[in-house]
Each structure stands twice: as C-alpha cells, then as structure tokens.
C-alpha cells in the first residue's frame, strides 16, 4: 500500500473564495484521483489527475470549477474555485501504485464553506 | 451504466451477531469489486477485493465476501461483529478496461451500527 496525507485537513472558508487542497504520497505511483463526498452521500469521482498533463473530468466537472495539478508522481493538488456553500464537502485523493490495482485513499480534507 | 445498489442504508446487529451487508451491481462483464470501510473522520481503508479467481475473498478485520456472478452480487459477511465495527461501509466497482483500474463507483453505503 502507499502512505497518502492531504493538507489541509479541514477549513473553513468564505463564499467566492478559493482553496487549493495537497495530496502527497509516500512513493511514486502510477494513478492519481480526487473524489468528493458531500454529507451524508457516496463519493464521487471529480478527475483523474494526469501527469505531465491535463486532468480528465467527469461529467459534471470542469477545470475552471476544479483546476488540478500534478507535477510529479508522488504529488497533486486540487483547488476549488469561487467556492459556494454547496462545495461544502470531504475531499479525498486516492492512488493506485500499478494498472490494475487498488485505490487506496488519503484522510480526505473536510471543507466548509460559509 | 454501471451502478452500484447498497440496498440498506442503516444497519444495527448485537456485538457478537453475524453481518451480512448486500453490494449488487450493474455492469455488462465481470467487474473488478471492492469493499471500504469509513469510520467517523476517517478516510476510507480497504477491507477486501475480487479481480477474478476464488469467489470467496478474505480480508482484514475478519471480514469476508462472496461474488455470485449470476445475482451480480458482492456481499460482505462478518460471523461475529465487534463494537469497534461500527463505521460506514461502502461496495464499489472498477469496471475492468484491459486490466486497469480507474473510476471506482461507489454505492452508497451501509452504516452499521453495533449494540452492546
């Protein structure tokens, strides 16, 4: 498995506001992905973050909403932009270390935004 | 699509009872499978998975599943549950695109508590 921590691991934040969240890992892996889990619900695959590249979104995200980087294979880092209390939510990094493996996934950074 | 059915939202056994909790999914091949745990605060931890062979699959914590391809079912069984069992579980799927995993769909849990 791989040891995943988030920054921050939670905040507080104000309407219109942005807050970039960090997810590193322990060693390199192959994959890279953030989810989000609004209260009370299942998580929700946001992108895969590609590196070297743009993201790949899910329907129903956009990179303006949820600009994504990763520029290197232990590192990542999702912003939420312009935030509404609507983005209010636990966001979480998960990794895979091969193909066909395993996510494994970080603490998850529990924002509220006010 | 493919979709992911926990068709019990809230589930309550006596320490020492047996668990049973119901993943059913919807997919057109063999997916692969997979079962997390939350506890309160916590990030999610593997408890177990299936990519093929033996339809029985042990996991951490005492836990075990059973993928039954023709009910498209991946239910978790524990013979005696713990007080420290209580958390939220989640089934999930990766549909299976030449060996790589990506976008896991989850359903959307089953949280169980454990009465003394």
């Known amino acids: 498995s791989a040891v995943i921590s988030q920054k921050p691991s939670r905040d507080i934040c104000q309407r219109g506001t942005s807050l970039t969240i960090q997810c590193q890992v322990d060693s390199q892996v192959t994959m890279m992905f953030w989810y989000h889990q609004q209260p009370g619900q299942s998580l929700t695959l946001i992108a895969t973050?590609?590196?070297?590249?743009?993201?790949?979104?899910e329907s129903g995200f956009v990179i303006d909403k949820f600009p994504i980087s990763r520029p290197n294979l232990t590192f990542s880092t999702l912003t939420v932009s312009n935030m509404s209390p609507e983005d209010s939510s636990i966001y979480l990094c998960?990794?895979?270390?091969?193909?066909?493996?395993?996510?494994?996934f970080g603490p998850g950074t529990r924002l509220t935004v006010l | 699509a493919q979709s992911v059915t926990q068709p019990d939202i809230h589930i309550t056994v006596s320490e020492g009872a047996s668990l049973e909790l119901r993943c059913n999914y919807s997919?057109?091949?063999?997916?692969?499978l997979f079962w997390y745990v939350q506890s309160p605060g916590q990030g999610l931890q593997l408890l177990l998975k299936y990519f093929s062979g033996d339809t029985l699959v042990q996991g951490i914590k005492g836990f075990e599943a059973e993928f039954k391809r023709s009910q498209s079912s991946f239910n978790l069984r524990k013979p005696s549950v713990h007080w420290s069992d209580a958390a939220e579980y989640f089934c999930a799927v990766a549909p299976n695109y030449g060996g790589a995993t990506n976008k896991l769909i989850f359903g959307t849990g089953t949280l169980l508590a454990v009465q003394p």
């Open positions: 998960s990794v895979t270390l091969d193909l066909a493996d395993t996510q494994y």
């Open positions: 997919y057109g091949a063999t997916p692969y």
């Open positions: 973050a590609n590196q070297g590249s743009e993201a790949t979104y």
